[in-house]
Structures are given as C-alpha cells and as structure tokens.
C-alpha cells in the first residue's frame, strides 16, 4: 500500500506515466454530473484495459490526485518488479485480493475516506471487453454502506479498450474519453446486494 508520502522518483514516474497515457488516449475530464470536490468521494468506474487507472488521475485536478488511492488487484500488480515499483512507489494504491477483501484490507478502504481521501474503484473486479458493464463484486456495496454519506461518482471511459487491450504490450495512439456522472450514497440499509449495482 502506498497511501502515504511517495519518494520523489515515485511521483516522477507517476507523473511521466499519466503524461504518457495522456498522450496516447487524451482522456481530459468531462464532469456532466458533478464538479470537482475535494471531499472524499469514491469513484467506480467500468474496467477494460490497465490504463484506466491513470487515465481516471489524469482527468482529475492535481489538488484532487494528490489525495486519491485506487484499489488494485495484489496478485497482478505484486507480480514482478516493474508491477510492484509502479503499485508500491509511484501511485497511491491500496492492494486487495480478488477472492475476498480481509478485513484490514476494507479497513484501509475506509481508513482512507476517513481522512478525506477519496478512491477509485472497478466494481467489475476484472478488465471486461468494453461493450458493457460486468456484474458488480459485492465490495462495492459494503464499502458504500459502511460510509453511506460518502458520494460515489460514476465514471465512464471510452474507447481505452482499443488503447491497450487485455493481452497487448504495446499501447496503439486513440483518443479516449473520461466522463464523471451524477453522485449517489447509499443512505439506506434496506438497499440489496442485486438493486445496489443497477442503481449506479
């Protein structure tokens, strides 16, 4: 986990990365929902290739970057050491296994909303193929209903399947887009596992 302060190599590679990504697949914010806040929000967003997450921190103001963590997969980005220099040292991220969330892992999840942050989250819980949204790992539900005044903003991207799809190496130029929806809570615990999802 790297929710703290980051070293300085750290923060030029993250900020070379999003340039990069940037550079590839465009992705400046659309906010049509919401504006930006630096409230602590959770952002979910639909999930298709692994420039997502950048993409999504390219599109938010710096103010707003620099005190958001996204949760990743442990197993992918622990896996070798490019992975883990990226996970551990550049971005702020918060690892989970895919099988369950342990309890100190939701724990950091709202540890982190605690202290103002805010966290990007992929709901789907794996990479889909773009056309449509995957069924929601019920994670998303518990965190909500853990901090039910906490907004959950959901963001749409475009076409960044096409960018860097699921099996590529290398990246292929296209213009993506990033688009922020209108926020939602989950006030009332007699919301459903099924109806959560189809809500946001």
Known sequence: MTTGERSLDGKIVESG????????????????????????RIYIANHTSHA?????????????RNHTSVIAAADYWR???????????AFRTI???????GRSQFEQMTGALDRGESLILFPEGTRG???????????????????PEVEIVPVWIENVCRVLP???????????????????????????????????
């Open 17 to 40: 990365l999003i340039v990069l990504t940037r550079w590839l697949a465009g992705g400046c914010g659309r906010w049509a929902g919401c504006a930006p806040s630096e409230a602590a």
């Open 166 to 200: 699921k099996g590529a190496l290398i990246p292929a130029p296209m213009e993506c887009s990033v688009t922020f929806g209108e926020p939602t809570h989950a006030r009332t615990r007699s919301l459903s596992l099924h109806a959560f999802p189809k809500r946001l």
């Open 79 to 89: 896996a070798g050491i490019a992975r883990r220099y990226v996970s551990e040292r």
């Open 129 to 147: 193929s773009g056309e449509h949204l995957q069924p929601f790992k019920c994670g998303i539900y518990h965190l909500a209903h853990e901090r």
């Open 95 to 101: 690892l989970i296994g895919r099988d369950h969330t």
């Open 52 to 64: 997502d997450f950048p993409l999504i921190l390219g599109a938010l103001p710096a103010r707003l």
